[in-house]
Each structure stands twice: as structure tokens, then as C-alpha cells.
């Protein structure tokens, strides 16, 4: 089946460093991806959105890169804080704005 | 803050027993989708309302209903509770593709 999928299930970086999660997806139909972030006990939260006619966005720290040609999306955040300690989830437009996420990435950043 | 809130926060039932969740979107939203997030996992599209009709639904079966009302709030009713139905419920609204999401209501079924 069509899914969207994480690379790695947790990541660990230091502060101050810059943090790179991956995000792999099947459906090349696809045309708009977001990037989430939940912290524990909230709902996930918007970061940032990326469509299909881009291959890249910048925010403020965070930057989302698309490959259409692997189906691949990453968010890189600069200068993590402890505060960027989360689950970060990709998300797929999959129809009507109806999103398919991935299981998520846990993000720590070590002091 | 998105705007977006749900009541109530916690939730326990048992097994068999339904249950009503209920969002409020911002005004102007005229999209709601209701998400089911088990824990560790990822949010799974359970349905969509538009200008409160059903567009759209996941794989979830006809127990999960729900409702929008014109006032921009919405419902999620679950019947005959299972155990596997204990999970985060998450309501996200918007105009468009952006959706933002609420806290959601954690559903403990025993």
C-alpha cells in the first residue's frame, strides 16, 4: 500500500547542532507535504509545508527539502534547542486534504 | 495557539459504552477531520466533514460517526467501545490544505 514513512525512529542530537529527519514516501501523486511536531501530551503542531512543484522551503530555522525523483522530504532545523525536543511527523496530502502521516520521529536534543 | 479546541481532555469507558468527542474550530474553517493516534504511532484519518457533510473516510468501520454543525464545532461519536479503540482523538480544521489540529482527547477504554 501507499504510505508515508520515517527513517529513523529516534534521533539524538547535541544543542546547538543542526538536526536532519528523514521522511520517505510511496505515492508519487502526491503533490503537498507538511511537517508536524507534537510535543508530549499536545496535538501535533504546523512547521512547515512544502508542494510537489518546490523541492525546497525555508522557514525560520527550519528548512523542508523535496526529492520527487526518490520520494524523499527531510526537515532540517538549525541550531536545535532544547525546545525542538518533540515527535516530528511528515505528513501527505493525500486527497481533499485528507493527511496520511508516518510513525514519527523522537527527536532529543542532549545539553 | 491554532484555535482549535477539544472537550473534554480525558476520557474513560468501558468496553461496549459510547462516546461523544467534540471539537471547536476556528471561525471560517470549513474543513474538520477527525485522526485517531495510538501511542507511538503516527495520526490515522478517520473522516472529513465540508459545510457539514462527510467527505471522505479512512478505514474505520460505520461505529465511528460523526457530525458538523454550522456554528464551526464538530462531534465524533464511537459506539459499542472496544479496547482497541483507546487512543488520542485529534480534530484538525482549516480553510485549504493547511490543517491545524488540536490538543486532542485521550480515550482510555477498559
Known amino acids: 500500500g501507499e504510505s508515508v514513512g520515517l527513517h529513523l525512529p529516534t534521533l539524538s542530537v547535541q544543542e546547538g547542532d543542526n538536526s536532519i529527519i528523514n521522511c520517505a514516501y510511496s505515492?508519487?501523486?502526491?503533490?503537498?507535504f507538511i511537517w508536524y511536531k507534537q510535543e508530549s501530551g499536545k496535538g501535533p503542531q504546523f512547521i512547515i509545508d512544502?508542494?510537489?512543484?518546490?523541492d525546497k522551503r525555508q522557514g525560520q530555522r527550519v528548512t523542508v527539502l523535496l526529492n520527487k525523483t526518490v520520494k524523499h522530504l527531510s526537515l532540517q532545523i538549525a541550531a536545535t534547542q532544547p525546545g525542538d525536543s518533540a515527535v516530528y511527523f511528515c505528513a501527505e496530502n493525500i486527497h481533499d486534504y485528507k493527511l496520511s502521516f508516518g510513525a514519527g520521529t523522537t527527536v532529543t536534543v542532549r545539553a | 495557539e491554532t484555535g482549535v479546541t477539544q472537550s473534554p481532555t480525558h476520557l474513560i469507558k468501558t468496553r461496549g459504552q459510547q462516546v461523544t468527542l467534540r471539537c471547536s474550530s476556528q471561525s471560517g474553517h470549513n474543513t474538520v477531520s477527525w485522526y485517531q493516534q495510538a501511542l507511538g504511532q503516527g495520526p490515522q484519518f478517520i473522516f472529513q466533514y465540508y459545510r457539514e457533510e462527510e467527505n471522505g473516510r479512512g478505514n474505520f468501520p460505520p461505529r465511528f460517526s460523526g457530525l458538523q454543525f454550522p456554528n464551526y464545532s464538530s462531534e465524533l461519536n464511537v459506539n459499542a467501545l472496544e479496547l482497541d479503540d483507546s487512543a488520542l482523538y485529534l480534530c484538525a480544521s482549516g480553510v485549504g490544505e493547511t490543517q491545524y489540529f488540536g490538543p486532542g482527547t485521550r480515550l482510555l477504554v477498559l
Open positions: 505515492n508519487s501523486a502526491s503533490d503537498y
Open positions: 512544502i508542494r510537489s512543484n518546490m
